[in-house]
């Protein structure tokens, strides 16, 4: 457990469209931002570079802007890598991408399932992306692994009643993402930092999105710091207003929430029931 506060911050913020050097100086800058600000850990959205693919939604076959995606998207040993990280913690992909995202990106493997690592000076730090948070073993994976801040990284996600009745499910937008999150903190007795991306009118011209129900109207940021037992921290930002979500957070309040509720401990039985990982 850390022995001081820790900051984080959550980026809502719009990427760089099919532009890798732009959203490399623009990742650098929010960066640059967060330590700026005092902020120990800082969370991007889901597939922040090269951005998330919104016209896959109502194209799933558009092989020019797939084409163009491929080549803007950042390579783990490549330079545009290298001009970010220090060092390299975890490296993973989304277990199992959902419905038409398939169309671009593959499974990931059980070496996915290492989703935890220790930060010195702050903690367990976990991620998942977007609606990984709907799988219930993939949850408490996570939390089996001891996670005390994760980071939930989420596209963009826009209010249910923005979208044409009978185009989206309630649990595919804002209100879904927000309280998926919300239990992760609650079972996993952690607190999570709530990133996500948004669309402006230049992503949807950019991405041909207008004359669909999804993803047709710009908005979706949904940014947000999350306590262990379930309240929000933070005051919202605007649906397209870019900025770090920041807010300081004592570890030692976990320990409060356990006692009350510990799903992978006192509040467990795995004499009844277990989970057992396949992490090759």
Same mark, same amino acid.
């Given at each position: 457990?850390?022995?001081?506060?820790?900051?984080?911050?959550a980026?809502?913020?719009e990427?760089?469209?099919?532009?890798?050097?732009?959203a490399v100086?623009?990742t +650098?800058?929010?960066i640059?931002?967060?330590a !700026?600000?005092?902020?120990?850990?800082?969370?991007?959205?889901?597939v922040w570079?090269?951005?998330?693919p919104g016209w896959?939604w109502?194209?799933p076959?558009d092989?020019?802007m797939v084409?163009?995606?491929m080549?803007?998207?950042?390579?783990?040993d490549?330079?545009?890598m290298?001009?970010?990280?220090?060092?390299?913690?975890m490296n993973?992909r989304?277990i199992?991408?959902?419905?038409?995202?398939?169309?671009l990106?593959g499974?990931g493997s059980?070496?996915?399932?290492h989703n935890?690592?220790e930060?010195?000076?702050?903690?367990?730090?976990?991620?998942?992306? +977007?609606w990984?948070?709907s799988?219930?073993l993939?949850r408490?994976h996570?939390?089996?692994?001891?996670?005390?801040?994760h980071?939930?990284?989420?596209?963009?996600?826009?209010y249910?009643?923005s979208?044409p009745k !009978?185009?989206?499910?309630w649990?595919q +937008?804002?209100e879904?993402?927000?309280?998926l999150s919300?239990?992760h903190?609650?079972? !996993?007795?952690c607190?999570?930092?709530l990133?996500s991306?948004?669309?402006t009118q230049?992503?949807?011209d950019?991405?041909?999105?207008g004359?669909?129900k999804?993803?047709?109207?710009?908005g979706?940021? +949904?940014a947000c710091i999350i306590?262990?037992?379930?309240?929000k921290l933070?005051?919202d930002?605007g649906?397209?207003e870019? !900025?770090?979500?920041i807010a300081?957070i004592?570890?030692?309040?976990?320990m409060?929430?356990?006692?009350?509720?510990?799903?992978h401990?006192?509040?467990?039985?795995?004499?009844?029931?277990?989970l057992?990982?396949s992490?090759?």
């Open positions: 457990m850390s022995v001081k506060p820790i900051r984080v911050a980026v809502q913020a990427g760089c469209y099919f532009d890798l050097e732009a100086e623009k +650098c800058k929010l640059e931002e967060a !700026g600000k005092g902020c120990d850990l800082i969370a991007f959205p889901e570079i090269p951005n998330y896959i109502q194209r076959i092989f020019d084409k163009e995606y080549k803007s998207s950042l390579k783990r490549g330079p545009e290298a001009g970010i990280y220090g060092e390299i913690k993973r989304k199992k991408p959902t419905h038409v995202e398939r169309t990106y499974d059980g070496a996915s399932l935890v690592v930060e010195p000076g702050i903690g367990k730090v976990g991620a998942l992306s +977007c990984e948070h799988q219930p993939l408490y996570t939390y089996s692994q001891g996670e005390e801040i980071v939930a990284a989420w596209p963009p996600m826009n249910f009643n979208f !009978g185009s989206a499910l649990s +937008c804002r879904g993402a927000r309280n919300t239990t903190a609650i079972e !996993g007795n607190f999570v930092v990133s991306s948004f669309y230049t992503g949807v950019r991405q041909k999105l004359d669909g999804l993803y047709h109207i710009g979706g940021g +949904c306590a262990p037992d379930g309240r933070t005051e930002l649906e397209e870019e !900025g770090l979500v300081d004592d570890l030692d309040e976990i409060k929430v356990k006692a009350m509720l510990d799903v401990g006192h509040y467990s039985r795995p004499d009844l029931l277990w057992g990982p992490v090759t």
